[in-house]
């Protein structure tokens, strides 16, 4: 067998935007809707920066009929002039990673896209992009297609359109179909995030228009509380504890903004953005927060006489109960952990937010002292809840034995590395025990639960707390329950890197499905947040045709797609539930990691999650009946 060489000629260089285009999800995250979206939020981004620097009070973003998005604001508009590679700035700009006016304080004090990446990856992963330029008097035209720019220069310059006396930059693009799953922009998501930067930006205004229907959206967002509204907003259907309490300050730099509040409920909401932009895995900025707010909390409580001189301290998670807050700071030089900035890492940011935090909240509390004692009530209320349990569950382990290993129907896997194992929650025992049959017993646990789980949205802390299948789960994944109740949840701990949910492809299973993830999403969202749960897809149809091999359709459009290309008769089975496969059908199709297809769940919108679940799985029967009238068209039934 002849060995293929390794040498020079085996090197691949990438130019321009190549990389881009060959590993999307490297700049964006992903190639699915949530990355589509992505792509908006770039450009958008690059506005927003404009009004930082303070030429910017106007953001239009449309939805075109064509399927493409047009942003548009009124800033200085990008550089046109010619740069030292010997072409237009904006060219540059468009057609290099890592170019950008941001990369030291000149033109930007603070800014959201430091990477210099975004609006060049926007053009390599966009079929066609035309950017049109009204600045110095005049209008500029640039167009690209595929990245490449389709436009001629002129000496190396822009050609001229027009005269204006107007200022600012339009960028219209229409995905590349062949990069992403989808092009159709999902409109809630990116209505949700415009309205997040409004509030953020209480000079700016917010134009949003959606041109795809007959019957056209638009939306003003201009929110002149700011932060205060931001979280009376997350709140509105909550009962509040006291009013929307702000600060803010400054240090090296660092302009820190806050603004909390704490509602009569078991929850935690705590928001955290740099230079507006989002941090879905938080960062540094709200460890500083945190751990100040937890050690005023907890000085207060021994001031007033509150916590004894016996008595443990709160834990953050205690102090937190039932806290709404928004933590937003502007930092001249951000670090973030990958070019879609989910968590910052600056050191400097947790201190300067802890230093401002202290002097401010102390400030606040001196002067408002019933409002300290509502907060330590909530804190009360979660030490005893976290004391009780932790009691409990010293009760289960010394009384029941109820260990990893011998835990309730589980079949857990040999292995004890985590980062290779897997948990299937499986519908029912027929399906659990095919499953168990058919797994990888190495590396894939199989864990069946009898019926609908407690709906926790509806549910009291001690009823979720009592229920056995919800503790099984607890003690299977391993990491503990719930942060945001006071307890020690620890995502370090968990033992295995997936939690598939593995149902029906019927209502029923779709109900579970949702139960769980309501579970996961209220007590154990850092799963979620880490990328640690997903949903399995078994096949809807088996395929048998007269010639030919059999295959497997996963939905009603593989199964139409199949038809329209297969005229020879075929003999279709329908699969109502899991139970129906045998081992060796349960393999292939939803258990062998390399035939399976799964989707991970993923939190694009941290409010807006919130708001759903709640509307979806809680007690308000009015709202759930308009969300559902509203999108009977979009739903996918099996009737």
């Keep these: 067998m002849s060995e293929k060489k390794y040498g020079a000629s085996s090197i691949t260089v990438l130019e321009g935007l190549e990389p881009v285009r060959l590993r999307p999800g490297m700049f964006i995250g992903s190639v699915s809707a949530k990355g589509l979206n992505h792509l908006v939020y770039e450009i958008v981004d690059n506005a927003v920066d404009e009004h930082l620097a303070g030429f910017c009070d106007r953001i239009t973003v449309t939805l075109e009929k064509n399927g493409s998005c047009t942003v548009s604001d009124n800033g200085r508009g990008v550089p046109v002039e ?16 890592h170019a950008g006016g941001k990369f030291d304080n000149s033109s930007y004090k603070t800014s959201g896209g430091l990477h210099g990446v975004g609006s060049s990856v926007v053009n390599a992963l966009s079929k066609e992009m035309t950017v049109t330029i009204k600045r110095d008097g005049q209008i500029f ?3 690209y297609a595929y990245g490449k720019p389709t436009t001629d220069l002129i000496n190396g310059l822009l050609p001229v359109d027009g005269k204006t006396r107007e200022t600012g930059t339009t960028v219209n693009f229409i995905p590349d179909e062949t990069i992403f799953d989808t092009t159709v922009f999902r409109e809630e998501e990116i209505k949700s995030r415009l309205h ?17 229907h007959d019957d056209p959206e638009y939306i003003e967002f201009h929110e002149s509380e700011g932060l205060a509204g931001f979280v009376y907003d997350i709140n509105q259907s909550s009962e509040s504890i006291h009013d929307v309490v702000c600060y803010k300050g400054e240090s090296e730099g660092i302009t820190v903004e806050v603004a909390f509040q704490y509602v009569n409920e078991f929850q935690e909401n705590v928001l955290g953005f740099c230079n507006n932009i989002y941090n879905a895995e938080g960062g540094t900025h709200l460890t500083g927060f945190k751990t100040m707010f937890t050690t005023v909390i907890n000085n207060y409580a021994r001031q007033l006489g509150i916590l004894k001189d016996k008595d443990n301290n709160f834990t953050g998670a205690d102090v937190r109960n039932g806290m709404t807050a928004v933590v937003s700071i502007k930092h001249p030089n951000p670090r973030f952990e990958g070019q879609t900035k989910t968590k910052l890492d600056n050191q400097d940011a947790a201190k300067v937010v ?7 909240v102390v400030r606040y509390f001196d002067r408002n002292v019933e409002v300290l004692k509502g907060i330590i009530g909530c804190a009360e209320k979660a030490a005893k809840i976290r004391r009780s349990e932790e009691k409990t569950k010293t009760n289960l382990l010394t009384k029941q034995k109820f260990s990893f290993d011998s835990n309730g129907k589980l079949a857990n896997c040999e292995s004890k590395d985590p980062s290779k194992c897997e948990i299937f929650i499986v519908e029912g025992d027929s399906a659990g025990g095919s499953a168990k049959t058919a797994r990888n017993r190495m590396y894939q646990a199989i864990l069946p639960i009898r019926g609908k789980i407690l709906n926790v949205e509806k549910a009291s802390i001690d009823r979720v707390l009592a229920n056995a299948e919800i503790k099984t789960m607890i003690n299977a994944f391993g990491c503990g329950f719930s942060e945001g109740y006071g307890n020690d949840f620890d995502i370090s701990r968990l033992r295995y890197d997936k939690i598939v949910i593995m149902t029906d492809a019927d ?21 979620i947040m880490n990328g640690h749960v997903y949903v399995a897809m078994p096949p809807l149809y088996k395929v048998l045709p007269s010639k030919g091999r059999e295959e497997y359709l996963y939905d009603d459009k593989a199964l139409a ?8 008769p075929f003999t279709l089975q329908r699969y109502k539930g899991l139970g129906e496969m045998d081992a060796s059908q349960l393999w292939e199709t939803t258990l062998d990691p390399e035939k399976r297809y799964m989707r991970r769940v993923e939190i694009e919108d941290a409010r807006m999650a919130s708001e759903v679940t709640a509307m979806l799985m809680g007690t308000d029967v009015g709202p759930r009946r308009d969300f559902i009238h509203d999108h009977a068209d979009d739903a996918d039934l099996d009737v």
């Design 354 to 360: 802890s230093k401002v935090t202290g002097e401010e």
């Design 141 to 143: 035209h640039d167009s």
């Design 196 to 212: 997040e930067t409004a509030y953020l930006n209480p000079g700016l205004t917010v134009y949003y228009e959606d041109k795809r």
């Design 507 to 527: 209502v029923d299973g779709a109900h579970i499905s949702t139960l769980l993830l309501t579970l996961f999403y209220r007590f154990m969202p850092e799963l």
């Design 561 to 568: 797609k199949y038809r329209a290309s297969h005229k020879a």
């Design 82 to 97: 010619m740069h030292e590679k010997g072409v237009s700035a904006e060219r540059v700009v468009y057609t290099t990673l």
